[in-house]
């Protein structure tokens, strides 16, 4: 069949080139993304109820909803927090969930739930969680401008992004809610003696949509209309209240009406400029890249129409991440396959190197094809897959190259001597790049989301694979058959040739005591084990990276205002503007409100750092030089929260107490906390208690009430009045395409503590000091209540200094822990990275012994032999003393992740040239003495095993040592974002596939000459 395919060769070009043409263009069109596009398996539910209480948040909207949800089909973990006027659930399911499934099964549940919600709790709203569907790139609009210009030209800018047809969403954020304000004068109206709720039913009774119907009469039919909406605000300045002394008092004689602005729960600043964001999303599946172009190009045209002071800019571009590491990933490709083209070329002559550079792009080029027509994108581990690959890849062409080089020298013709390379060299190239498929295979079962984030590679290594054996048995012999020349045999005393000799003669000594070398070799293995034991640099769950961006989070304790919050805030933003290597400062005052983080928190400011290629600071350089800059300020904590990639979630260190109540959980968490603090390394300690504080308690006193003829409903709309105001109706304005609300209140003037108490509520006797039926109480404050699995919960999380292991800070609580007693009903989890690191490493070391029994099954089918199925999978426990010298070598960590990913990926890479050996092996000792056929195939074998592993670590060379070389701008930059992702990964291959090849070349013919000793003993026994 081969013999056939091959000697087609004009059928054989086209394909190729064919093939080479579809795989450009699918990489030039593949939509780009910095990291993978992976369904997150959360929902989020949201429940609001105006005004609620955390504890009534809990008990009226939380529990209904965690008791349907507790038989969904795949539920992990339901975390719920309640807070001042609603609450939120995060449902989180099993890895390998249905989205489109579960998010029907929550809507249901939440259906379902509804009828045990409160009577005036707003609509529950669910929501998906999706990393794709997050803004690629915030649109900044500023300048001096007056505010209600600056939201015209946004949300006109909104509708044009939107209709981009990459663009699912463009977002306004800072954008304040324009509403229909009524202020009423508190004099005016105890003047004319109106109670508050009187103003209120009547703006409501003469704002209503009637519908009259129609009448038909003998002389036609006619349609009746009652006018009763509102058309401006001079329709609602003229409804009458009541008449006093013959005169109607309207509502324009107790108050005014305007256009006005929500009062802002958050201050926005960019860069010290108040400023509106636009966050655009993108549709899934479209191109990062082209979509921002596009959206950067109306916003150019738009931006002609503004006025001169007014300016944008575009930031957290999302295209300049990833057009960074595509060029750093490509030039380490680029890099990758010039090295190893320079030793094939050393190795094979100028035929051998153009042979396996053709089978570089053919397989990277249909790969990519592979990936484009299957729906995929590129991404960060797409492109370090196919890096992984480079070395891996020319294997095959490497020994069929080789074989075919062999025969050349021998006298046979160009085309007869390919065909015969491939066809001889077909099944033992087909088993060793079906082993690394089979120990990469596993990987495609890997659960949770790090599993979504890194398959990935088997796919991509798969493709990449499978299309180099094609072009190993297929393109490269009829290309081989179609060069020019014939190559001439190596002259005697070349390198090759003297370290060939060299070589057999050491073989030689080694093979007259196969048992002692073997032995000593295991023996220099668990030495290599014993020494990291002793001295490795601990362990992690995925390697730090340098960060495109940086946040410090303030805090402090207080009932502040937001003017309060935004003089702080101000305080701290001042030294960061004029930071070096920091690109933009986002600003953000007030907000929280147990919402989302601690409740003590005032505000953030956001530091988009400047690209690495110009020489910026590291991340943690910039932080140290923002804190010494702000200083000291009494009373404010500042938080250092640092953006960490790939599949990591939240602070590294989070420990979760449950129990019955609060009273049990507070003491615990508290220690907990203290404990943390004590160890070193250990920065950014934070919990989700309840901060301290105090709120008025407005308690009504329910039998004077009901004695005067009113209730807590009448009461409590006349204390919104005089606080943030009531909804009394809608106005949609010509000009407007939304709705506003109607919203009457007290002046601003007159909304304050005394007003609680003075303020009068109507009564069926008349109206009455809001005092003769509400005390007014100072109670502590619940901000904000959590819960986890339907328990009260309390999480205690911190972050590791640069040097400092969360994991070792993790055995430290855990050794503190099995010396403390807990009290009843209360228990700890672990989560964050070490929840998430024991879950990858139970996987990592699953899938490796399925790797290792799928290889061994390989093994059996091509040997038939146990002995020798076992004689190779030793090349895979020896080369993880060359993984653990080379961490301990370099001082890199061990990486659950990476480092257990590179172990995975030995097994399949050490084994391929065990496999080429011994098969060789079997052919010659068919044909004569064990002794000579095995001496003769590790003469034969030494340049293929060398080549293949030299290409192998080569490949990776640049990624294991943090350099990366920019071709085109002709720079190199060592350390890099990109280069940091994978090093731990390289690390491993490297020094693990140079060490296990060292030991193949010795090891294993000792194995197969122990055994054929100790048949020769047997036979004459």
């Known amino acids: ?180 304000l009524v202020e009423l004068d508190k004099a005016q109206l105890e003047s004319f003696r109106l109670p508050l709720a009187e103003v209120v039913q009547a703006v409501q009774a003469n704002n209503a949509l009637v519908a009259a119907g129609s009448l038909e009469t003998g002389t036609g039919k006619y349609a009746i209309k009652v006018p009763g909406l509102l058309e401006r605000p001079d329709d609602l300045l003229n409804i009458p209240l009541a008449s006093v002394d013959g005169k109607t008092i309207r509502v324009r004689d107790v108050g005014t009406v305007k256009l006005a602005f929500r009062d802002a729960s958050v201050l926005a600043r960019v860069d010290g400029k108040p400023a509106l964001t636009l966050g655009v999303k993108k549709r899934i599946g479209e191109n990062i890249i082209d979509t921002v172009d596009a959206v950067r190009k109306v916003v150019a045209d738009e931006a002609q129409s503004w006025p001169a002071t007014m300016q944008y800019r575009l930031i957290n571009d999302e295209s300049v991440r990833i057009r960074t590491m595509l060029s750093d990933l490509e030039n380490n490709v680029l890099i990758a396959t010039l090295l190893v083209m320079l030793v094939v070329l050393l190795a094979l002559g100028w035929r051998g190197a153009t042979l396996v550079a053709m089978t570089v792009p053919g397989s990277f080029l249909a790969a990519i094809l592979l990936l484009y027509l299957m729906g995929f994108t590129t991404n960060v581990v797409v492109l370090f897959a196919l890096i992984l690959s480079v070395g891996i890849l020319v294997d095959g062409a490497i020994v069929v190259g080789e074989m075919a080089e062999t025969l050349l020298a021998q006298g046979k013709r160009k085309q007869e001597a390919y065909i015969e390379a491939a066809q001889y060299m077909a099944w033992p190239v087909a088993a060793s790049t079906g082993t690394i498929l089979c120990a990469f295979l596993p990987l495609l079962f890997w659960p949770d989301t790090v599993g979504e984030f890194m398959k990935f590679m088997p796919i991509t290594l798969a493709f990449t694979l499978t299309a180099s054996w094609v072009m190993a048995m297929v393109f490269l012999p009829a290309l081989g058959g179609l060069l020019p020349g014939t190559p001439k045999p190596p002259p005697p005393g070349d390198i090759y040739d003297r370290l060939a000799q060299r070589y057999v003669r050491w073989l030689d000594w080694a093979l007259t005591r196969p048992r002692a070398v073997v032995i000593w070799s295991f023996a220099l293995l668990v030495a290599i084990w014993g020494v990291y034991a ?84 590291t991340a943690d350089t910039i932080m140290a030089n923002a804190l010494r800059a702000i200083g000291p300020i009494p009373g404010v904590t500042l938080e250092q929260k640092t953006e960490r990639k790939g599949p990591q979630q939240g602070k590294p260190i989070q420990l979760v107490v449950e129990g019955p109540d609060m009273g049990s959980i507070r003491p615990v968490a508290t220690a907990l906390r203290q404990k943390l603090a004590e160890i070193p390394g250990v920065r950014d300690i934070d919990d989700d208690m309840p901060k301290p504080g105090i709120e008025w308690a407005m308690r009504v006193k329910r039998v004077e009430a009901s004695q005067l003829g009113t209730d807590i409903a009448a009461i409590g709309q006349t204390l919104r009045l005089a606080t943030n105001g009531a909804i009394v109706g809608k106005y949609r304005p010509d000009n407007r395409k939304e709705e506003l609300d109607i919203v009457a209140r007290l002046r601003d003037d007159q909304r304050t503590l005394t007003t609680l108490d003075t303020i009068t509520v109507a009564t069926a006797g008349g109206r009455v000091p809001v005092g003769d039926v509400v005390e007014r109480v100072a109670v502590p404050k619940v901000d904000v209540l959590h819960r986890t699995d339907q328990k009260n919960s309390v999480t205690v999380e911190a972050d590791v200094d640069k040097g400092t292991l969360a994991s070792e800070v993790v055995k430290v609580i855990r050794a503190e822990l099995a010396k403390t007693k807990l009290p009843q009903g209360v228990t700890i989890d672990f989560k964050g990275d070490q929840d998430k690191q024991d879950t990858a490493a139970g996987f990592l070391k699953v899938a490796f012994m399925v790797a290792v029994f799928l290889i061994a099954l390989i093994m059996l089918i091509e040997f038939n032999s146990f002995y020798q199925t076992f004689v190779v999978l030793t090349a895979v426990v020896f080369s993880t003393g060359g993984v653990l010298l080379g961490h301990i070598f370099t001082g890199t960590p061990f990486g659950i992740i990476m480092s257990g990913l590179g172990i995975i990926a030995l097994a399949g890479i050490i084994v391929s040239n065990n496999i080429v050996l011994i098969d060789t092996y079997n052919k010659l000792r068919a044909d004569g003495p064990w002794r000579q056929a095995l001496r003769e195939t590790c003469r034969l074998r030494l340049r293929p095993v060398l080549l293949t592993q030299i290409t192998t670590a080569i490949g990776l060379l640049p990624m294991a040592s943090r350099i990366t070389i920019d071709v085109v701008n002709r720079s190199v930059s060592y350390n890099a974002p990109s280069a940091q992702w994978w090093d731990q990964l390289a690390i491993a291959i490297v020094f693990g596939a140079l060490f296990g090849s060292l030991l193949t070349l010795v090891v294993t013919p000792c194995m197969l000459a122990w055994q054929e000793m100790r048949r020769e003993r047997t036979h004459r026994g």
């Not at 795989?23 to 997150?40: C, L, M, R, S, T």
């Not at 402090?556 to 930071?579: C, F, H, N, Q, W």
């Open 1 to 180: 069949m081969l013999r056939l395919l091959i000697s087609q060769t004009r059928v054989v070009m086209t394909t190729l080139v064919l093939l080479l043409v579809a795989g450009a263009y699918a990489y030039v069109n593949i939509p780009k993304e910095a990291n993978p596009d992976i369904p997150i398996p959360t929902m989020y539910v949201s429940l609001a109820y105006v005004g609620i209480s955390p504890e009534d948040a809990v008990n009226q909207l939380l529990k209904p909803v965690e008791q349907e949800m507790r038989g969904l089909t795949g539920l992990d973990t339901l975390e719920g927090t309640a807070y001042e006027g609603g609450a939120n659930l995060v449902i989180t399911f099993q890895a390998g969930f249905d989205p489109k499934s579960a998010l029907a099964d929550v809507r249901e549940k939440v259906d379902i739930a509804k009828a045990d919600l409160p009577d005036g709790a707003e609509e529950p709203v669910v929501t998906e969680i999706n990393l794709a569907l997050f803004p690629i790139v915030t649109v900044v609009l500023s300048g001096d401008v007056p505010e209600r210009t600056l939201k015209r030209h946004a949300e006109d800018l909104q509708d044009r992004i939107e209709s981009l047809p990459g663009v699912l969403e463009a977002e306004v954020n800072g954008l304040r809610e324009e509403i229909l």
């Open 534 to 617: 002793v001295g490795n640099h601990g362990v992690e769950f995925f390697p730090r990276i340098e960060p495109d961006r940086v946040e410090l989070v303030v805090h402090a304790g207080g009932d502040m205002s937001l003017l309060e919050k935004d003089a702080i805030m101000r305080r701290v933003e001042a030294p960061l503007l004029t930071l070096d290597g920091v690109q933009t400062v986002s600003l953000r005052s007030g907000g929280s409100g147990g919402r989302s983080g601690p409740s003590d928190t005032i505000g953030s400011a956001t530091l988009e750092l400047a690209e690495w290629s110009t020489g910026r600071p």
